[in-house]
């Protein structure tokens, strides 16, 4: 009898056993399956891998030669190739080439769930998996513990799962300090207006208009791992996947990545990689990642830019410890130092643009003439320049290498059709929104009410008129009256300085609304 018992157990072990097995092989399979899914539902075999990595390595080679880097150091080429590379490898894991039919949106089916854990007041934690990758990561305690977050959270009680995600497909790339917050509003609202269907505000199904994901805010964050998607991106615009929302509804969400640093920035891999090494990386990827993505660049005069982010940092501090920089705020000591700042990051960069033998471009007492006859010339040393003048990553400083646009536009379209990108200077935006809007109705091929409803300056003035200028309230030095006036000779001096950069740009756009009265 005891034997029998013995057996019994002996039997019943083993059963367990290979039933554990069996769950463990089905739960891979079920994996295994979502996966093919995935691959088989969006047509995407190996073959079309290699050539969209051949395609990518192709964009990179092209924008280091157009910005002049390709030539002098092959191996920092490769490398910037290689990475790029393995940007699209991973997040093509997760995000399909194709999108779903008539979706404003970069939406797709797959396998998504999300748990939120806040850890503190400021910070918290994100689990979960998208199509078979897991995620399992902390939130960046200076964006995604602020109340936009927590606020998201609390709306899903903590938890999500979804069979359809979405990703922008448009994107505000840049430049900070130029308007953008006030775009990002203005197309929204002008395309809801004169959408066929009346689509949806995007900003209703945002977090954060700055998402800060393939450029990091704070020089920190590393790219590429397909498991970063979930955790913070996703996240941001989880709203438009809400299982509540109906599949028309979802169709009309156009979502827009406001992050205007990202014409400007690139993502950095490895600390031991060369700076340079992803300078390529985003204009010749994340078209590619996403094919029938937009983009939108807004700049305004380089002069008034560079002031205003000049204050817009003072004020950044004066959140944290206002005593500490009050006195400069109020004083004529925060011109001073402006200028400073100015004359000493010219003179740096002048400095850099000249090859052996060469004498740095005449500035000071040239004729504007022999000044931009100079810089002309030397356009192959603008990337490496623009880059070395960066000196201060926090920005608190003359940021003069963010007002020489002419550089990180050639960037993009260097691989970027021009049909899938549009400029705008905040003094047309001011003057002329109806133009504007027609550009961009134009930009995401939207013709439906254009008949119906008039598009003038007074009616589209009328449909964006609660867009702010910054939703944040941060402060414009030229209307806040404790910020004090340019010094006038720092004024003439950057006009002076940016004439050759804002005459190429105009050039390069065709278009005399960036002259900035040069």
């Given at each position: 009898m005891a034997i029998t018992k013995r057996n019994l157990a002996l039997v019943s072990t083993v059963c367990l056993g290979l039933l554990a097995i069996l769950l463990v092989l089905s739960s891979h399979s079920q994996e295994t399956s979502v996966h093919e899914n995935y691959r088989t539902e969006y047509s995407y075999s190996d073959n079309d891998v290699k050539s969209?990595?051949?395609?990518?390595?192709?964009?990179?080679?092209?924008?280091?030669?157009?910005?002049g880097l390709g030539s002098s150091d092959s191996n920092l080429l490769q490398l910037g190739i290689d990475n790029a590379q393995l940007f699209m490898k991973e997040y093509r894991k997760v995000i399909p080439r194709k999108s779903l039919e008539h979706h404003a949106s970069h939406c797709w089916q797959t396998d998504y769930s999300a748990s939120t854990t806040a850890l503190s007041w400021y910070t918290g934690r994100v689990t979960g998996r998208i199509a078979g990758q897991k995620f399992d990561r902390p939130t960046d305690s200076t964006f995604y513990g602020k109340s936009e977050y927590r606020e998201l959270s609390s709306r899903f009680n903590g938890k999500f799962s979804s069979n359809t995600v979405c990703l922008p497909k448009a994107y505000l790339l840049g430049f900070e300090k130029c308007g953008s917050t006030y775009l990002w509003c203005f197309i929204s609202k002008v395309i809801n207006a004169f959408s066929e269907n009346s689509g949806k505000s995007s900003d209703k199904y945002h977090a954060d208009k700055?998402?800060?994901?393939?450029?990091?805010?704070?020089?920190?964050?590393?790219?590429?791992?397909?498991?970063?998607?979930?955790?913070?991106?996703?996240?941001n615009f989880l709203q438009?996947?809400?299982?509540?929302?109906?599949?028309?509804?979802?169709?009309?969400?156009?979502?827009?990545?406001?992050?205007?640093?990202?014409?400007?920035?690139?993502?950095?891999?490895?600390?031991?990689?060369?700076?340079?090494?992803?300078?390529?990386?985003?204009?010749?990827?994340?078209?590619?990642?996403?094919?029938?993505?937009?983009?939108?660049?807004?700049?305004?005069?380089?002069?008034?830019?560079?002031?205003?982010?000049?204050?817009?940092?003072?004020?950044?501090d004066a959140l944290i410890s206002y005593s500490l920089i009050k006195d400069v705020l109020n004083a004529v000591e925060g011109p001073k130092i402006f200028h400073d700042h100015s004359v000493s990051k010219i003179n740096f960069f002048l400095q850099c643009l000249r090859e052996e033998s060469q004498e740095p471009c005449p500035f000071v007492n040239a004729t504007p003439e022999n000044y931009s006859s100079c810089i002309s010339s030397r356009t192959h040393l603008l990337s490496k320049c623009v880059n070395e003048i960066t000196t201060n990553r926090k920005r608190k400083e003359s940021a003069i290498h963010r007002g020489i646009y002419y550089v990180h536009v050639r960037k993009w379209l260097s691989v970027l059709p021009r049909d899938r990108i549009l400029f705008v200077s905040l003094e047309t935006l001011k003057k002329e929104p109806a133009k504007i809007a027609s550009q961009v109705l134009d930009l995401f091929e939207i013709n439906g009410e254009r008949n119906k409803l008039p598009l003038t300056d007074k009616v589209v003035k009328n449909i964006t008129s609660d867009c702010s200028t910054n939703s944040k309230g941060l402060i414009d030095y030229k209307h806040s009256p404790d910020i004090k006036?340019?010094?006038?000779?720092?004024?003439?001096?950057?006009?002076?300085?940016?004439?050759?950069?804002?005459?190429?740009?105009?050039?390069?756009?065709?278009?005399?609304?960036?002259?900035w009265n040069s």
């Open positions: 969209e990595l051949l395609a990518v390595g192709h964009n990179v080679r092209k924008c280091f030669n157009s910005s700055e998402p800060y994901f393939w450029t990091p805010f704070l020089y920190t964050k590393s790219l590429p791992h397909s498991d970063t998607i979930g955790n913070p991106y996703l996240l438009a996947s809400d299982p509540k929302i109906t599949t028309e509804e979802r169709k009309q969400i156009l979502l827009i990545d406001g992050t205007p640093s990202t014409v400007i920035e690139w993502p950095k891999f490895r600390k031991s990689d060369p700076d340079l090494a992803n300078y390529c990386l985003l204009p010749s990827a994340l078209p590619q990642l996403f094919p029938n993505s937009k983009y939108v660049v807004i700049m305004r005069d380089p002069v008034d830019m560079l002031y205003s982010n000049f204050w817009w940092t003072y004020y950044v006036n340019m010094l006038k000779e720092t004024e003439v001096l950057l006009k002076k300085f940016f004439v050759p950069f804002n005459k190429l740009l105009a050039e390069l756009l065709e278009s005399d609304q960036f002259l």
